[in-house]
């Protein structure tokens, strides 16, 4: 049978054939991933780009809980300075109480509690980073001012509104609550308690009453205050979990699109050694044909 | 009786009949890299003999033609290969320059809408922040820009397409001409009874080059051939060729017009038919799922802004420029409609510190708000779909390669030239022509004899 005379292209095409995959695992190799383009594996390209999104939203996650951490933490622990503020007026109250204190000593007894009321308000006026804690969504008002005409001395601007924010695919988190909500409830209204502790011991009646309604706020508060301690605690167990799914979308990552530097490196060698022993076997016998050897 | 004469004669004729046959093995050597040219085999018969009763003497040999050496089937095999390997060629390059635009980078579409979505959770933690809500505007921008410039960049390569569309149409018509040019000669030669197996040759060649160009059929007729293409549009017939004609359309680009009639979407392979393929089918393919995901996520986002409030408790505006009411051109001209950062509408209440609304419009990156599917998920679609196609067009290429490959072999086996059969041809025809030679120099003596006789 009579065969090509001429098997030249066909080398030449074998020889591309072979560079263009030791073009693809060097590639693989320099990127470490096996997809670098989407037609390399289109359902894998379509799955990174996912994971991309992914690992993109859990590390603005984690960003976005750090940003609420330091608030949280800020007005939990500006609600503990209130319950110790409210405890010292409690025990100023039971003391003022007291039959034996004289008249001197009471004044002094209510002007110790006067520095606690304004600085119970400045508490409640925390603010953070430019936004009032504790007026509600209204961030950008001071939550309670002095009101001589208001029982309590203060009037409360906020409003009633609460964030909520996504912090996980599943996970939405309420960041804050209302001034009224937490210190000038209807019943517990921490300002009110001081000011009726304040007026009973300038009259001499109804101390233990008014002691009464500033212990029933703080517990108040310190029933609130639980809020923001199980937001905390979320947030820390949301970063742990996050940190978790981040590693675990860089090794899907890495199996979907991540290069086999054994198999490519082994492909590669068989590559290079096709190649050398293609050329050597070319080099060895192209140039003869009968006419050389006719005299 | 014979006579020395006659046999003279006979050897004679074997001279020149070797002569022919080396001529053609020269020719043969000579051609040994042309493309597409066919060996030559000289065809050698036995000279009509003479009766002289009662016996039949020889008189030698004719050198009754030189052929070329082909195989039609196979010929046509390789043009229709031709046609499948130009398509695929053109697609595979065509699209292998589209897909870079969907990998994944810094500014690609899928890591800005990513980036976006990002921006508007940040801001959600603290929504009264101008930092924050300028960060949103620069992620909106971004994302508008990576739109605008995989738009461009698509616009871009269906325009240098169109160009290669007129190029190829000129190409073609050079082609026909030639092929119409070498029927002629190819007809004069037959019709005068000579071997026209050069032209032949070339023009085999000329339908090859033609065949990568544009899906031709070939209808071989005595001394001629017609070739028309898949949908019948005539390219040549006979001596005559016609020319195709690109006549911009609507949008801009190149029609294909045959006889005055546009056969754009019936060229089906050759590299027009995958030039055409990548700019009307596959590319602008993607261009309207662009436009879709474009238009989606602005109507999405603006919808959501629209029901909000702004820092400043007033009603929140479109924050990228509407769309068309199709969508069509949405990704080009994809743009952020507001440059203060206070006109963010974060809130739900009026409120410089409500979020409700930024945390409405971080929910739509969860949300089938594009034909049923989320922003990143119809993304993601259409990265799979470049893909795709990519790989397919690459799969058919190499395959049709391979095949063309195997075909030329074939082709080569049958019609190329081999070294080795010419020098063995050489040897042979040589030492015949030698002993040709030889038989006359020895006529030449044996007359020399008689002449001696007569003269002694």
């Known amino acids: 049978m009579r065969v090509n005379p001429n098997p ?19 590639q693989q190799i320099a990127s470490g991933m096996s997809v670098n383009l989407p037609s390399d594996n289109p359902a894998a390209a379509a799955d990174l780009v996912q994971n991309a999104d992914q690992s993109s939203q859990a ?9 609420i951490q330091g608030e949280m933490q800020n007005a939990d622990s500006t609600l503990n ?6 405890q010292q007026a409690i025990s100023l109250g039971v003391e003022g109480a007291n039959g034996t204190v004289n008249s001197a000593d009471r004044a002094a007894i209510i002007t110790q509690i006067q520095g606690i009321q304004s600085q119970l308000l400045s508490l409640a006026n925390l603010s953070y980073q430019g ?10 008002t001071t939550p309670y001012v002095v009101d001589p005409n208001s029982p309590s001395g203060v009037t409360y601007e906020g409003n009633t509104g609460v964030n909520s924010v996504t912090l996980g695919s599943h996970f939405t988190l309420q960041t804050n609550l209302p001034g009224s909500q937490l210190f000038s409830s209807s019943g517990t209204d921490m300002f009110q308690s001081i000011q009726d502790l304040i007026t009973s011991l300038q009259s001499g009646t109804g101390i233990d009453a008014a002691v009464t309604e500033v212990s029933n706020a703080s517990s108040s508060i ?42 490519v490196i082994s492909n590669l060698t068989t590559a290079q050694t096709s190649v050398q022993a293609t050329l050597e076997a ?14 | 009786m014979s006579s020395l004469n006659a046999s003279l004669a006979s050897a004679l004729s074997g001279l020149i009949a070797e002569q022919g046959a080396l001529a053609a093995t020269t020719n043969n050597v000579a051609n040994v890299n042309t493309p597409g040219y066919s060996r030559e085999h ?18 030698g040999v004719t050198l009754q033609s030189i052929e070329s050496i082909r195989d039609p089937i196979l010929e046509g095999q390789i043009q229709q290969q031709t046609q499948a390997q130009g398509q695929f060629s053109t697609l595979t390059s065509a699209l292998q320059q589209t897909q870079v635009n969907f990998t994944s980078s810094a500014g690609d579409i899928g890591t800005a809408i990513s980036n976006f979505f990002d921006s508007i959770n940040q801001l959600s933690t603290n929504p009264s922040d101008l930092s924050l809500r300028q960060g949103v505007l620069t992620a909106a921008g971004n994302v508008a820009t990576s739109f605008n410039t995989t738009a461009n960049n698509l616009t871009q390569q269906r325009t240098s397409l169109d160009l290669s569309v007129v190029q190829q149409v000129g190409q073609i018509n050079q082609f026909t001409q030639q092929i119409a040019q070498l029927n002629t000669q190819v007809a004069n030669l037959q019709n005068a009874g000579e071997n026209a197996g050069t032209f032949i040759d070339q023009r085999t060649q000329a339908i090859d080059q033609l065949s990568s160009l544009v899906d031709v059929s070939v209808i071989p007729s005595d001394n001629t051939l017609t070739l028309i293409t898949a949908n019948g549009a005539p390219l040549v017939i006979g001596q005559q060729s016609f020319q195709l004609q690109t006549q911009t359309n609507s949008s801009g680009l190149h029609d294909v017009y045959s006889q005055g009639k546009d056969i754009t979407t019936q060229i089906t392979s050759g590299q027009l038919g995958g030039t055409l393929q990548a700019r009307d089918t596959q590319i602008s393919g993607i261009q309207a799922q662009l436009d879709t995901l474009a238009a989606g996520l602005a109507n999405a986002v603006n919808g959501v802004q629209v029901a909000g409030f702004d820092l400043n408790g007033k009603a929140g505006t479109n924050l990228f420029n509407a769309p068309s009411a199709s969508g069509v051109g949405a990704a080009a001209s994809l743009a952020v409609a507001i440059t203060d950062p206070s006109l963010l509408a974060a809130s739900s209440d009026g409120t410089a510190g409500s979020n409700g609304n930024a945390e409405a419009m971080y929910a739509l990156n969860q949300q089938p708000v594009i034909n049923g599917q989320s922003p990143t998920d119809y993304y993601s679609g259409i990265v799979f779909n470049v893909g795709n196609e990519a790989a397919n067009a690459a799969a058919e290429q190499s395959a049709s390669s391979f095949i063309l490959q195997q075909l030329n072999d074939q082709r080569a086996a049958v019609s190329g030239v081999s070294l080795d059969e010419e020098a ?7 030492d015949a022509y030698s002993a040709s030679a030889k038989v006359i120099s020895t006529i030449s003596s044996m007359m020399q004899t008689i002449i001696d006789m007569k003269s002694s």
Do not use: C, M, W
């Open chain 1, 81 to 86: 300075s209130v319950i110790t503020s409210l």
């Open chain 2, 42 to 59: 000289p065809v050698l018969a036995t000279s009509d003999p003479v009766v002289i009763d009662p016996l039949t003497f020889g008189t």
């Open chain 1, 222 to 263: 310190d029933a609130q205050r639980v809020f923001y301690g199980n937001a905390l605690n979320q947030l820390t167990a949301q970063q742990t979990y996050l940190s978790t799914e981040t590693t675990q979308l860089a090794q899907q990552q890495n199996t979907v699109g991540g290069a086999d530097l054994t198999a």
């Open chain 1, 59 to 67: 590390d603005e996650f984690r960003r976005s809980i750090g940003s």
């Open chain 2, 424 to 430: 063995a041809n050489l040897v042979q025809y040589q």
């Open chain 1, 8 to 26: 030249y292209s066909d080398i030449l095409a074998a020889l591309a054939q072979t560079q263009q995959q030791i073009n693809s695992d060097e």
């Open chain 1, 282 to 295: 070319v080099g060895q016998t192209a140039h003869t044909n009968l006419f050389e050897y006719l005299k």
């Open chain 1, 131 to 140: 936004n009032y804690v504790f007026s509600g969504t209204k961030t950008q």
